[in-house]
């Protein structure tokens, strides 16, 4: 039965457990270039012991960012910064993973923790602000709200040129030493707009039955995995449910998930949908929401699955390992919070060597300088304290 340090092999990929930093958006590039400050914070967490590293969302197209301050590879140039990163993470042990993305009508935002000239934080800049631009879309339906600016229907001859963007995407990942590739088809950006009847209301092949609506999420993953290297995991994250009636329903995502397996999917990121504000049951604060729907893919479709979702507490990571409900967790806030997650929450689970997660000179300071005592200021190693009790 594995638990939440065994190795997980996906393809020619082992992770050394199954904890996974989750892509989070940082609002601190310039021009789509990753720098010191992502070198810094993503070897941080490799060295704090996750088995897979992910920058933020990475941009195949400018327009496909969140905000001009938002990270991107669609240019030759930005291959050297990625790599800085990827070449950090390896050399802490970690397995380092691009999610590749378009925000679709979700972009031309203000960052999350700024105001620009009156717009405040997470609004949108309209299409004549200097940092702003028109959105595409499946359909031109703006998101609402503080989202309303006309957005720009994508034409088919656009929809092939975005999937070449992500295969040249793919191809720069792959040189920049990127070891898995998850697609970002979920929160309410392009690929998940394109599965939602509340986004996509297209009369073309890409519109109307399921099999149209998953047409975007088909294409691009032949079109990826054309280029990226076999040996490699290929990923999705999916918006799964909109948690809508008129929204992604999650049978709907099941099915499809199945046709995606057949089209190259190793594993399946499932998450929520985010096509609306207006999401019928309350369930963000509930530990481990996206659960049950990740367990359903993983026993119907018979591939791995990760999900996210609070589940951040040490207890509840390492038994939903193994149950089996998933195959790998995914942190995001925990991983903000605390760079060094892996090793505590080794500690804090009785893993006999937690200090195996740290590079091999710290590991030596930790287990025999004085002793693997507590005022190290983890939690107090269980395993060794109850070894001490049965041997007195
Ligand atoms: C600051 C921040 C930025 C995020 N940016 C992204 C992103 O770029 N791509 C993505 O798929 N999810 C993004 N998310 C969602 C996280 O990856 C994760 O799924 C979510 O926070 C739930 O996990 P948690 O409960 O462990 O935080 C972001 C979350 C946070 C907190």
């Excluded at 979920?186 to 039955?209: K, M, V, W």
Aim: charged share 25%; aromatic share 10%; hydrophobic share 40%.
């Amino acid at each position: 039965m594995p638990d939440l340090f065994s190795p997980l092999t996906i393809k020619g990929v082992t992770l050394r457990n199954r904890i996974a930093m989750s892509p989070m958006t940082m609002y601190r590039s310039t021009d789509g270039k990753m720098d010191d400050f992502h070198v810094s914070y993503l070897g941080a967490r490799a060295a704090g012991g996750f088995g897979l590293v992910f920058p933020e969302q990475i941009a195949i197209t400018p327009d496909g960012r969140t905000s001009t301050s938002c990270a991107g590879i669609w240019d030759d140039s930005q291959i050297e910064g990625h790599r800085r990163v990827t070449d950090i993470i390896k050399s802490f042990g970690g397995v380092p993973a691009i999610q590749l993305g378009h925000t679709g009508r979700k972009g031309s935002e203000v960052p999350k923790y700024k105001t620009i000239d009156g717009f405040p934080g997470g609004s949108q800049l309209p299409p004549d602000h200097a940092q702003g631009w028109t959105c595409r879309a499946p359909s031109a339906i703006p998101y609402g709200g503080d989202h309303s600016f006309d957005v720009h229907e994508l034409t088919v001859e656009e929809i092939g040129d975005l999937m070449q963007s992500y295969a040249d995407a793919a191809r720069r990942a792959a040189e920049a030493g990127y070891q898995w590739l998850e697609m970002h088809y979920a929160h309410g950006y392009l690929g998940a707009s394109f599965f939602s009847p509340l986004a996509n209301q297209r009369t073309d092949q890409y519109g109307g039955s399921l099999e149209n609506r998953a047409r975007f999420h088909l294409e691009a993953l032949d079109a990826v995995r054309e280029v990226w290297p076999e040996e490699f995991p290929l990923t999705m994250r999916l918006g799964a449910d909109d948690l809508h009636p008129d929204g992604t329903q999650f049978d709907d995502s099941v099915t499809a998930i199945g046709w995606m397996a057949e089209h190259g999917l190793d594993l399946a990121d499932v998450s929520l949908g985010f096509n609306t504000d207006d999401m019928r049951e309350n369930i963000m604060a509930k530990p481990g929401f996206m659960l049950s729907r990740a367990t359903r893919v993983k026993r119907e479709i018979g591939i791995p699955v990760a999900t996210s979702w609070n589940l951040g507490v040490p207890a509840m990571a390492d038994s939903v390992i193994r149950d089996e409900l998933i195959d790998l967790v995914l942190l995001g806030r925990p991983a903000l919070a605390n760079p060094h997650w892996p090793v505590w929450a080794a500690r804090e689970l009785g893993h006999e060597t937690p200090f195996e997660l740290v590079c091999d000179d710290w590991r030596w300071w930790l287990e025999n300088f004085r002793g693997d005592d507590d005022s190290i200021g983890l939690p107090p190693a269980k395993v060794v304290a109850d070894r001490e009790e049965n041997a007195a």
